[in-house]
T-cell receptor
Framework: AQKVTQAQTEISVVEKEDVTLDCVYETRDTTYYLFWYKQPPSGELVFLIR??????QNEISGRYSWNFQKSTSSFNFTITASQVVDSAVYFCALSDLGGANNLFFGTGTRLTVIP | DADVTQTPRNRITKTGKRIMLECSQT?????MYWYRQDPGLGLRLIYYSFDVKDINKGEISDGYSVSRQAQAKFSLSLESAIPNQTALYFCATSDIAGSSYNEQFFGPGTRLTVL
């Protein structure tokens, strides 16, 4: 069974601090995708990144970076020099590559960046 | 124009009423999904459809039904709404091939309140 755990329910940081959001997943599949989505206060889901299980390279996109480690089944997300606009709920998700390609979401981490 | 639209965006209804949430997409994707989001629980899959003739139950389908009227339209119905169906509902689409394979594109969400 697929499972995604985001143990941090809420995190608060002061603006310009770095923050890491943790994501641990469970799957029996050898091939899968991992995702991060952002949900700002307005409620929509914003796609941030997709990573397939064959690619363990870390990725950096501006102030965002992702650390994928298959050995620990983790896909952590770091925001560098946080800004107030980063305040949102962040979801990690796992997708199998079987017939359904369904997304299994973690419960989310609410990040509050204090000015 | 948005690629995935949902109507209505907000709805308040009473216990026992039948209600339909509609989703339309212009992305040309075959696969469509309905999720509900509850505070602290992340998103959970209600139903998904691979094409007009293929409907499948998700994790929490009880109390819901769906209709895939066309490739572009996927409706979610609550036959007799109850208060614990109060939630934020998301529609999503995905492609079966191409560079965005396995990525799901979400609509803006419908906030449903059942009194």
């Amino acid at each position: 069974a697929q499972k995604v755990t985001q143990a941090q329910t809420e995190i608060s940081v002061v603006e310009k601090e770095d923050v890491t959001l943790d994501c641990v997943y469970e799957t029996r599949d050898t091939t899968y995708y991992l995702f991060w989505y952002k949900q700002p206060p307005s409620g929509e889901l914003v796609f941030l990144i997709r990573r397939n299980s064959f690619d363990e390279q870390n990725e950096i996109s501006g102030r965002y970076s992702w650390n994928f480690q298959k050995s620990t089944s983790s896909f952590n997300f770091t925001i560098t020099a946080s800004q107030v606009v980063d305040s949102a709920v962040y979801f990690c998700a796992l997708s199998d590559l079987g017939g359904a390609n369904n997304l299994f979401f973690g419960t989310g981490t609410r990040l509050t960046v204090i000015p | 124009d948005a690629d995935v639209t949902q109507t209505p965006r907000n709805r308040i209804t009473k216990t026992g009423k039948r209600i339909m949430l509609e989703c339309s997409q212009t992305k040309g994707h075959d696969r469509m999904y309905w999720y509900r989001q509850d505070p602290g629980l992340g998103l959970r899959l209600i139903y998904y459809s691979f094409d007009v003739k293929d409907i499948n139950k998700g994790e929490i389908s009880d109390g819901y039904s769906v209709s895939r009227q066309a490739q572009a339209k996927f409706s979610l119905s609550l036959e007799s709404a109850i208060p614990n169906q109060t939630a934020l509902y998301f529609c999503a689409t995905s492609d079966i091939a191409g560079s965005s394979y396995n990525e799901q594109f979400f609509g803006p969400g419908t906030r449903l309140t059942v009194l």
